[in-house]
């Protein structure tokens, strides 16, 4: 199968830009778990818990619905610039609103002090939420290099802006170095208000980047198609709430259901130690961006479903051996956040597991998509956002973030069944199930197997589980060999 070859290549391109950008923005998280309190730190993942949500709210879908029209040839040359045209509007609009009542808002999130948290943050989302089109754009070329420099640019201004506000800038006024230059442009007060302030810039940066994309547009809008696409997205926003709820609500319920002297703490720890589950979600991540259009561009080939089947069952191995690399080296990698922190370990396995489950499921999601029938989705993410809720509401004052652990891992894990029932019903795909189950099976296994091993010496643990990590990997190639050739000739 040629084309997997093709997506293979593009989930690399895709993959090494995104793998660079997240490793070298999450070495902030130990920089900010390392400067910053717990219940500081709780502020930036509360935050940002609403960033997800409105960036899926003020996009409504419309990237989806962009790669479905320009499949059609009679909306082809008219879905870009009405999508841009209506993602503009609702940006626009819902920043001004949000600059106006910034305080009202911030006193409703117990930060009134900090109104202008609220105005930064409102338009990091107006941004991030025009700007999607134009990545998807890209996407749909198949540019992914330049795709990748845009992303990697943001990343790196976000990087060094942290690094001058909270480290250059302490160290020199500390040292007396450059005082009247930095009492006008820096004041400690502001803390980890600087870590919004560097996104912000960053997203600023990369509009700018990306302004000879925005003015070779033809501005047209089309209501006959806009209302088409928006029929078609609204089920995919329904999704998207419900995914963004299940993904990052409950650092929000955390907050508000734990006890209040601990809250923040709990929020702030919560956060650090779910960011350990780095690699799977950026591989998931790279992976949705090679994927989705390469999905809609094969759909009508005769072999698609074979295909899909194969992506599936690589994606899912690949997914295993991330799960048990980061989980036999957890003694290595818990450093990646400051000591305060290392107490909610045990969510790491748990989230690992309900990503490997969200990835799954968007794999399985292309049968609603291509087949039209979006509101499954929407009726699959909202049932998994009744069980994101309801278990968070039970668990949370029982356990602590250890029930939001949890509650994800339920949540993903019916949503994978659910749409795996439907999709075989509606666009049946021969997935190799056996080999799907046994591969995280296997994994799970080993990694809690080695956890009894009474082995003390921290050297020998090491070698023992990368024997085991190596012997699991070999044990894939050794079943999967006669495959390989096949698959990606």
């Known amino acids: 199968m040629p084309s997997i070859k093709k997506l293979v290549g593009q989930t690399a391109v895709y993959g090494f830009s995104t793998i660079l950008g997240r490793l070298l923005n999450y070495l902030l998280v130990p920089l900010h778990t390392y400067l910053f309190q717990p219940a500081q730190y709780g502020i930036v993942g509360e935050l940002y818990a609403w960033v997800s949500l409105f960036v899926v709210i003020l996009t409504y879908g419309m990237e989806t619905a962009f790669f479905r029209f320009s499949?059609?040839?009679?909306?082809?040359?008219?879905c870009y610039s009405t999508a841009?045209?209506?993602?503009?509007?609702?940006?626009?609009i819902f920043s001004v609103l949000c600059s106006c009542f910034a305080q009202p808002i911030a006193g409703w999130m117990q930060y009134g002090n900090h109104p202008e948290y609220i105005t930064w943050i409102a338009i990091i989302i107006s941004i991030?939420?025009?700007?999607?089109?134009?990545?998807?754009?890209?996407?749909l070329q198949m540019k992914a290099v330049k795709f990748a420099v845009v992303k990697i640019t943001n990343i790196l201004v976000n990087i060094l802006l942290n690094l001058f506000f909270l480290l250059l800038c302490p160290y020199l006024l500390k040292n007396g170095i450059a005082t009247e230059f930095l009492n006008t442009i820096y004041d400690p007060e502001i803390g980890v208000g600087y870590i919004f302030i560097a996104n912000l810039a960053a997203s600023i940066v990369t509009l700018v980047m990306l302004a000879p994309d925005i003015f070779k547009i033809r501005v047209t809008f089309s209501w006959s198609l806009w209302r088409k696409m928006f029929a078609y997205a609204f089920p995919l926003l329904i999704l998207g709430l419900a995914g963004i709820v299940n993904e990052t609500m409950d650092r929000v319920l955390l907050k508000n259901l734990s006890p209040a002297e601990i809250a923040q703490s709990?929020?702030?720890?919560?956060?650090?130690?779910?960011?350990?589950?780095?690699?799977?979600?950026?591989?998931?991540q790279a992976f949705k961006y090679a994927a989705e259009p390469f999905f809609f561009s094969k759909s009508k080939d005769a072999d698609a479903k074979?295909?899909?089947?194969?992506v599936m069952k690589y994606f899912v191995l690949c997914?295993?051996?991330?799960f048990l690399g980061i989980m036999l080296y957890i003694d290595i990698v818990k450093y990646f956040v400051g000591p305060e922190y290392?107490?909610?370990?045990?969510?790491?396995?748990?989230?690992?597991?309900?990503?490997l489950f969200l990835g799954i499921f968007y794999n399985l999601s292309i049968w609603y998509k291509l087949t039209g029938q979006t509101r499954f989705g929407?009726?699959?993410a909202l049932i998994g956002a009744a069980i994101t809720l309801g278990l968070n509401y039970l668990l949370i004052p029982v356990i602590g973030y250890l029930g939001s652990a949890w509650a994800t891992f339920a949540c993903y894990f019916c949503m994978m069944v659910l749409s795996y029932i439907l999709g075989q019903k509606y666009y049946h795909v021969n997935y190799q199930i056996g080999k799907i189950l046994f591969s995280i099976a296997a994994a799970v296994a080993i990694y809690y197997g080695s956890t009894f091993l009474p082995i003390e010496n921290f050297s020998l643990k090491m070698v023992v589980n990368t024997c085991l990590l190596i012997g699991y990997i070999f044990v894939i190639i050794l079943a999967e060999r006669k495959n390989f050739r096949e698959d990606f000739k």
């Open 71 to 78: 499949q059609i040839d009679e909306y082809k040359n008219k």
């Open 84 to 92: 841009i045209v209506s993602l503009f509007t609702t940006s626009v």
């Open 128 to 139: 991030d939420a025009l700007t999607s089109i134009f990545f998807a754009s890209l996407r």
């Open 266 to 284: 709990q929020v702030g720890i919560y956060s650090a130690c779910y960011k350990i589950s780095i690699m799977m979600t950026i591989f998931i």
């Open 306 to 310: 074979a295909t899909y089947a194969v």
């Open 319 to 322: 997914c295993a051996v991330m």
């Open 342 to 355: 290392h107490q909610g370990l045990v969510v790491v396995p748990i989230l690992l597991l309900a990503n």
């Open 378 to 380: 929407a009726y699959i």
